[in-house]
């Protein structure tokens, strides 16, 4: 099952860009003949990129706990903010 998503942070009227992009499922790499699996969360805007992707040396569970901990680090900064 292919999981493919992108959505944009900016609204449509702003000058910036801003996007984030989550994909699980089927990649082809350097040519080779049999996909392969693989997940990424990529956050962007107009001057940078982060992209976590799943690692081979990283189980899926080990990618998913990443995420979660990301996950819980926004909502707490959000948190703070809205207390600023």
Not at 18 to 40: I, L, Q
Request: proline residues 5%.
């Amino acid at each position: 099952m292919t999981y493919a998503k992108r959505a944009w942070l900016n609204k449509n009227d702003s000058p910036s860009t801003g996007s984030v992009v989550a994909y699980h499922g089927p990649r082809r790499f350097n040519g080779d003949e049999k996909p392969v699996t693989t997940a990424f969360l990529e956050v962007a805007d107009c001057h940078s990129k982060v992209r976590l992707h799943l690692s081979p040396d990283d189980t899926m569970q080990e990618f998913i706990q990443k995420m979660e901990l990301l996950w819980d680090e926004i909502g707490r900064f959000i948190h703070h903010l809205k207390k600023a």
